[in-house]
């Protein structure tokens, strides 16, 4: 039972270098998301896709980009990472609105750190 | 935009005893969905229980329950028989009918007292 599956689950970055969180669900979702999680702040949504070759932005997505590669992989780039970026990010999934209350599920987070 | 607030950074609790973790949220909307998940140390989230506004019945499983107060926008978390495996942070999180997306809250520390 793989459910949500992110890679890496660490890493350690230069400022200025660029880098890739891989996302995978099996569960035939169709939308994916990432959050990022900082002390204190709960987990803010940087962006989203509500279906395959859709993608918004979050509550906060500069410094972001995203590819929603298929139905399975949703990827987020960080095209030169800044300090601020140090976080925990969780890709997450979830079936449509119209089979339920939409609760996420959710990987197990990478935890990022940018000196 | 909703936001959801968790007034209380940390709890405490005996083990066997029971908590209850608050949470309350600002929204326009009549018809939304409710939520609290569980991230132990091991920062897997995980769904608690959810709650569906245009029920009035509050939701329960097994020891974990909710006060669902629709019209004071209260949405709390009462975990009965604490146990050490429920210590961790919990988090409310709020949806609503049309929107793709969950906003949460800035989470609650509970820590079980053997």
């Known amino acids: 039972n793989a459910g949500v599956t992110q890679t890496p689950k660490f890493q350690v970055l230069k400022t200025g270098q660029s880098m890739t969180l891989q996302c995978a669900q099996d569960?035939?979702?169709?939308?994916m998301y990432w959050y990022r999680q900082d002390p204190g702040m709960g987990l803010r949504l940087i962006y989203y896709?509500?279906?395959?070759?859709?993608?918004d932005k979050g509550e906060v997505p500069n410094g972001y980009n995203v590819s929603r590669l298929n139905k399975r992989e949703f990827s987020l780039r960080l095209e030169s990472a800044a300090p601020s970026q140090t976080s925990v990010y969780f890709c997450?999934?979830?079936?449509?609105?119209?089979?339920?209350?939409?609760?996420?599920?959710f990987g197990e987070g990478s935890r990022l750190t940018v000196l | 935009a909703q936001t959801v607030t968790q007034s209380q950074p940390e709890m405490s609790v005996q083990e066997a005893e029971t908590v209850t973790l608050s949470c309350t949220y600002d929204?326009?909307?009549?018809?939304?969905?409710l939520f609290w998940y569980k991230q132990p140390p091991s920062r897997q989230m995980i769904l608690v229980i959810r709650?569906?506004?245009?029920?009035?019945q509050n939701a329960t499983e097994n020891r974990f329950s909710v006060n669902f107060q629709k019209a004071a926008k209260s949405f709390s978390l009462k975990i009965s028989d604490s146990q050490l495996g429920d210590a961790a942070m919990y988090f409310c999180?709020?949806?609503?009918?049309?929107?793709?997306?969950?906003?949460f809250g800035g989470g609650t520390r509970l820590m079980v007292k053997p």
């Open positions: 569960m035939n979702h169709n939308s």
């Open positions: 709650q569906e506004a245009y029920k009035q």
């Open positions: 997450a999934s979830s079936p449509t609105r119209d089979r339920g209350p939409g609760e996420l599920f």
């Open positions: 999180a709020y949806r609503n009918n049309a929107g793709n997306m969950l906003t």
């Open positions: 929204t326009s909307e009549s018809d939304y969905y």
């Open positions: 896709s509500a279906s395959e070759g859709t993608t």
